[in-house]
C-alpha cells in the first residue's frame, strides 16, 4: 500500500480538483458526442473520489456537504431557466450549459458520498 505524507496527499487532491473543474468546463463546452460522454462521466467521478479521499478533511466537511447540495438542487433547477433564456435570447445555450452543470454535478457528487461516509462513520463511531 503506497502511503502519502500530507503536503503530497493535499496537493495530489487540489490538482484534482483544479482538473476537474476545468475538465468540466472544456469537456461541457467541447464534447457533445454521445459515445465519448460515458467516459467523461466515469473519469470526473474518479477525480471527485480522489478530491472526496484527499482533499477534504473532518473540518472542512459540513461547508463542502453544504455546498454539493446547493450546486447539485441548483444545477437541476437550472434546466428550465437555461431554456427560457434560449428561447428569449434565441441564442443555443441548453445544450452547453446543461453539460457544464451535468459535468460539474458527476464531478462533486462522488466527493460528496465520500465525505458523507466519513461523517457517518465519525458519528456512529464516537458513541
Known amino acids: 500500500m503506497i502511503v502519502l505524507n500530507e503536503n503530497v496527499k493535499n496537493r495530489l487532491g487540489s490538482w484534482a ?4 473543474c476545468v475538465l ?11 459515445q465519448a460522454k460515458p467516459y467523461v462521466i466515469v473519469f470526473m467521478a474518479c477525480l ?9 478533511t473532518a473540518r472542512e466537511s459540513t461547508p463542502f456537504l453544504v455546498a454539493a447540495i446547493a450546486l447539485t438542487v441548483s444545477s ?10 434560449e428561447s428569449l435570447l434565441r441564442i443555443s445555450l441548453v445544450g452547453t450549459l ?19 461516509g466519513r461523517a457517518i462513520y465519525a458519528f456512529a463511531s464516537e458513541k
Not at 480538483?17 to 476537474?20: E, K, L, P, S
Not at 471527485?48 to 477534504?56: H, Q, S, T
Not at 437541476?76 to 433564456?85: C, D, H, K, R, V
Open 76 to 85: 437541476s433547477a437550472m434546466g428550465p431557466l437555461i431554456e427560457t433564456a
Open 24 to 34: 468540466a468546463i472544456v469537456t461541457g463546452g467541447l464534447i457533445q458526442n454521445d
Open 48 to 56: 471527485g473520489l480522489v478530491v472526496g479521499i484527499m482533499n477534504i
Open 17 to 20: 480538483f483544479v482538473v476537474g
Open 98 to 116: 446543461q453539460t457544464i452543470l451535468n459535468n460539474i454535478t458527476m464531478f462533486v457528487a462522488p466527493a460528496a458520498l465520500v465525505v458523507a
